[in-house]
């Protein structure tokens, strides 16, 4: 799998503060996956983008992936105590099985 | 319908010990990981199994090994424990068709 940089490492946000995290990677992706660990869990999948210029919704989160299936984004509007973890973003190991996670954007909301 | 399970939970060990990290899934998925997590360094890749009979080096191989015992079980061996191998141990498996990954609860392993 390619590995794909994401920014920031660490976000702080006041609790109904909007947030952003982005992943970036210098070759097209085959797809990109979303996974977040809450503090002391385990990395939990929440969606998989495959789409040129796609855009998924989950309740308050949004996902995009680029035009170019280059980037990706994961944007949360009006941030909860219950969104505090670690985002990663890795590709989704298709046409291969590894999948390189790197290290993910920490988000930490302050009520 | 147990998903990923991993034992032990918790392990201490001294440097030179050896030990082997159990991990088994229920839910058929023929590829099965091995990543390590320590503070600041997300989440590295170990070794994995895209199919039973079949392991490969991941991003951090060196000090392990890996048995592929069946389709369930994936276990991760340290044969001589070292200071620098204290980390969670996550185990996780993939569901072919949509390519997602399911992760076990974690092992906490510290080396003495």
């Known amino acids: 799998g390619q590995q794909v940089m994401q920014i920031p490492q660490y976000q702080h946000v006041q609790e109904g503060e909007d947030f952003t995290t982005y992943c970036n990677s210098s070759?097209?992706?085959?797809?990109i996956q979303w996974y977040k660990q809450r503090p002391g869990g385990h990395p939990v999948f929440l969606i998989q983008?495959?789409?040129?210029?796609e855009v998924k919704k989950q309740k308050r989160l949004t996902f995009q992936f680029g035009e170019a299936k280059k980037n990706s984004s994961l944007h949360i509007t009006a941030t909860q105590t219950t969104d505090v973890g670690t985002y990663f973003c890795p590709e989704g190991g298709s046409g291969t099985y590894k999948y390189i996670f790197g290290t993910g954007t920490r988000l930490k909301v302050l009520a | 319908n147990a998903g990923v399970t991993q034992t032990p939970k918790f392990q201490v060990l001294k440097t030179g010990q050896s030990m082997t990290l159990q991990c088994a899934q229920d839910?058929?998925?023929?590829?099965m990981y091995w990543y390590r997590q320590d503070p600041g360094m997300g989440l590295r890749l170990i070794y994995y199994s895209a199919s039973e009979g079949t392991t490969d080096k991941g991003e951090v191989p060196n000090g392990y090994n890996v048995s592929r015992l069946n389709k369930r079980e994936f276990s991760l061996r340290l044969e001589s424990a070292a200071p620098s191998q204290t980390s969670v141990y996550f185990c996780?498996?993939?569901?072919?068709?949509?390519?997602?990954?399911?992760f076990g609860p974690g092992t906490r392993l510290t080396v003495l």
């Open positions: 839910m058929n998925h023929n590829s």
């Open positions: 996780a498996s993939r569901e072919a068709s949509s390519l997602k990954q399911f």
């Open positions: 983008l495959v789409k040129s210029g």
């Open positions: 070759t097209t992706l085959s797809n």
